[in-house]
Antibody
Framework: QVQLVQSGAEVKKPGASVKVSCKAS????????INWVRQAAGQGLEWMGW????????GYAQKFQGRVTMTKNTSISTAYMELSSLTSEDTAVYYC?????????????WGQGTLVTVSS | EIVLTQSPGTLSLSPGERATLSCRAS???????LAWYQQKPGQAPRLLIY???SRATGIPDRFSGSGSGTDFTLTISRLEPEDFAVYYC?????????FGQGTKVEVK
């Protein structure tokens, strides 16, 4: 079955960077965009950006421009999201999500989430 | 950027009752490209509805979506115990994709 499995929880200090991985299985990795969405505790969902695993093209939400980088390793069907210059406001659960079809941008399935805690 | 406003913030209902959730967009959503997700505590969101009214695979028919333009609705015809959760709408017609702030459906 189609599945996205993310890396484990991270604790980072302010100013550091974090890199979260998202390993895909059960489908052709290069055929579907991967999106990243985050959720602070008790808050709603915030879209961060997308990456096309075939072309490596990306699109980032303006809020994260210059601070986020989305990459991939096709040989191991894994997408990555790196966020730099972390502050306490970046403490959140980060989700990867695949688009449901190659031509439409609703998300299905989602990874299980990765908790990133930023604390001194 | 399209802002999605969900109402009410919290809906207190009993099992068996009907739930009606609203999602209003700040501008027209292209092609009715609107999805609904359900999220339970400690879990990732789960897709319920896409294209405003199409149920995702495996979603019970008590869930239905409707609407177009700027006004969309998710209806749960008869609440089951497992339906008490937070629901989010998402538009994917115009980048950046955006989510509503969520509606919590709680047990009355």
């Amino acid at each position: 079955q189609v599945q996205l499995v993310q890396s484990g929880a991270e604790v980072k200090k302010p100013g550091a960077s974090v890199k979260v991985s998202c390993k895909a299985s059960g489908y052709s990795f290069t055929s579907y965009d991967i999106n990243w969405v985050r959720q602070a505790a008790g808050q709603g969902l915030e879209w961060m950006g997308w990456m096309n695993p075939y072309s490596a093209n990306t699109g980032y939400a303006q809020k994260f421009q210059g601070r986020v980088t989305m990459t991939k390793n096709t040989s191991i069907s894994t997408a990555y999201m790196e966020l730099s210059s972390l502050t306490s406001e970046d403490t959140a659960v980060y989700y990867c999500a695949r688009v449901a079809t190659p031509i439409a941008n609703w998300f299905d399935p989602w990874g299980q989430g990765t908790l990133v805690t930023v604390s001194s | 950027e399209i802002v999605l406003t969900q109402s009410p913030g919290t809906l207190s209902l009993s099992p068996g009752e009907r739930a009606t959730l609203s999602c209003r967009a700040s501008q027209s959503v292209t092609g009715s490209y609107l999805a609904w997700y359900q999220q339970k505590p400690g879990q990732a969101p789960r897709l319920l509805i896409y294209g405003a009214s199409s149920r995702a695979t495996g979603i019970p028919d008590r869930f239905s979506g409707s609407g177009s333009g700027t006004d969309f609705t998710l209806t749960i015809s008869r609440l089951e115990p497992e339906d008490f959760a937070v629901y989010y709408c998402q538009q994917y017609g115009s980048s950046p994709w955006t989510f509503g702030q969520g509606t919590k459906v709680e047990v009355k």
